[in-house]
């Protein structure tokens, strides 16, 4: 196996990266505002002849560049516009020996000074490109106050439960990364420390090409942050609290400094967000002749602190090579305490639903506290180097280092005669170092075609010591409990290639590529006796299409196969007592999930409405499930395992209104027939529905300083391995107001229908399970935002590889 992907690679990078001959002559350079040096992305740029018929035309990238082959000719006109811009026309008189030039071209802007004029426009709340969506932050809803995870919710393939469990069309497994940078950490714990107000929009790739890693089943969501500087010094500060009824309160800084060659930045935040919840459920088991039944009832706050420090600096040298260095470091701590009543009756039986009428035979208080530590340390270095030929290479490397765990209290005492009857008590300490290394080379071929490789080498070690005990009230001491002690180590790397083509013919832009990516997975842990191996080769395969069937209309098709390897916690063997009712164990020989994601677009633009429309189907197989057993009469085992498949196919649907000048609507919905099969360890082989997801944000400007916003997110009822989840729904208001061009604030009111509550229900042959969750953040926060010279072009931040995932 280990030589078909060497072979592999081989076939890769022994590809002739060699320049194509062109005809003509080559014109590249940059379209820049003559006031502010800032480049002008998407820029219109044509050629016309001395007879003024025009030759050929293109747009400027992201970056402002561009660059065009025109055929030879003795004179060359070329006309350059922006939007807010006025044209700028340039004549070339060119030598027949002319082969190459360089063209910058300055626009000047046509709005006239004045002391303070202030613009406010809403950017378009969605986009389709060749392979992705965009949606714009700001257009999602009342998020300012909050984090990643509420501008992530907003999404229609999107869903977050009353547990924060996030879920992508039916699939709980996918990509997270920050500005393009891949990360392996868990999408909840990304999101939740990037405040919302430094994201400027989000990235939907569910379909991703081959240059894109392969991890992710369901695909890969992009967070673009508002990362981008004016030249000379800048600041960007937000401050927000809420009701002081729990401590909920955080800021961020961003001190920021452009030049001509160096663009740098230092930023921080904070954030302390309490949270106050109940949790009501019942629990039943059958263990023998014996059915025990125990509801519960009580308290579940949480408090939440994160505190992360940023830095990073770009260089922009001469010859189109761009070098970036940036490093983070930052801690985040969560606690969860329960505090839960549990009655507890006992009757022989088989029935399930027996209902109960006689006194319990205990009652007993639960106190137990869980508490999720991280630290994390990540350094980042990339370099971009564009050739004449218009060659691209590129590197970059990322190191990691992080340090997990946590203690966990757990606590039962007998409300009739006052004894504490269980008393437990474990620490985890499980340090992470990462590294990643890839390279990537691009050229073109001919002038509507280009030719993508690259390397993929990553690795990750992954140690842990769990230590737990438990208090013998006859010895009056702590002991060990062998079946939940362990030292753990894993090891695990990844290397990978890929080929792609990229081009255009006529009106359809296209990309297809295949991927290779080779796996070897080692796993020793105190309590086994030999090594858990892993050791595969998987392809991966890719295609996307845009076909721009006329000026306001275009169609998308593309395919990809996608993998998601099973993370550190579901591979660890060994037992984990989370709280009274619930013993968590992990499968060392897990298999990695494998996905086949198909999908179809339609963008239709009728003045003043867009309208997006995407059919998709997913399939996945060795699906990871957490499914229940009885472990005695009063606790369940969950238990990591690759218990069936499953099938999404769905329709999502965005319409983007702009009513009036002060009216404008955004409404988003997705309606799939969700399936799993082959179910090992269930009461019932199979199980499906309908499910859908509706989201809406109203916004209404009475004013030009003014602003009302209006949101509200709906999930409906869904099934999942052993049950279902119940529906939700979410809504808030919010009101801004912009003081001057540097200052505004937001006042939101959020879930003010205080509707935020959820049941898990589960069920198996010899067990039930029903739990309540409810999260009581009906509040009102307050936040204010400070810009200086905020507006932004390219300083490089950077989020861990492997970090958080296990968190």
Known sequence: MQSNYKIFLIFLFSIPLVSFAQEGVLIEGKVIDKNSYEPLPFASIRFFDAQQKMISGTTTDDNGSY????????????????????SKDTVLHLNPSTNHITLNIQLVSELAEMDEVLIQGDALSAQMKLDKQEFAASQLGNTVSGTGMDVLSRLPSVTVNAEGNIMMRGNAEFLVTVNGVISNQSPADILAQIPANMIEKVELLTSPSARMDADGKAGIINIVTKKEFQKGWGMVANGNFSNFDLPRYGSDITLHHSSGKFTSFLSGNFRRFDIGGSRIGEIRTLVGDTLTWSPSSGERPTSERIWGLRGGTTYSGKNNLIISASGFYGQRRNDRTANLVYNEYSVLGEDLDYTFNQSPDRTFLNENLFVR???????????????ENKHRLSFATVYERSTLGGPLSNRDTDLGSGEVTLLERSIEVSPLNGWRIQGDYLFPVGDAMSVETGYLWKTV??????LFERFDNELDDWYRDPDFNDVLDLRQTVQGGYIQVNGKFRDISFSGGLRGEHTYR???????????LMDRFDFFPSFQALWKLSKE?????????RIDRPTTRDLAPFKNHRHSEAIWQGDPDLQPEISHNFEMGLTKHYNPVTLIFNAYHNRVSNLIFRVNQPYNRIILLTLATNAGDSQSTGLEAISDWEISDKFKLYLSGNLFYFQINNIEISDRPSTSSFNYNLNSNISYKPAPRWKVQW??????????????????????IGLNFVINSNLSTDLIFQNIFNTNFQTINTRGFEFLSSTEYGRFDRIIQL?????FNGRSKSAKQVKTEYGERDF
């Open 67 to 86: 660059s065009i082959n025109i055929p030879d000719s003795n004179y060359l006109k070329a006309e350059a516009s922006f939007v807010g811009f006025s």
């Open 373 to 387: 530590e991280g630290k994390f340390l990540t350094t980042s270095i990339d370099a971009n180097k564009t050739f």
């Open 461 to 466: 070690r992954h140690q842990g010591d769990f």
């Open 522 to 532: 080692n796993l020793v842990h105190q309590l086994g006796e030999t090594p858990y």
């Open 553 to 561: 209309c275009e169609l998308r098709a593309t395919y990809s196969k």
């Open 711 to 732: 949101d509200a997110t709906y999930l409906s009822k869904s099934v999942t391995a052993q049950g279902f989840d119940t529906d939700l729904l979410l809504s808030n």
């Open 783 to 787: 936040s204010l935002t400070y810009n």
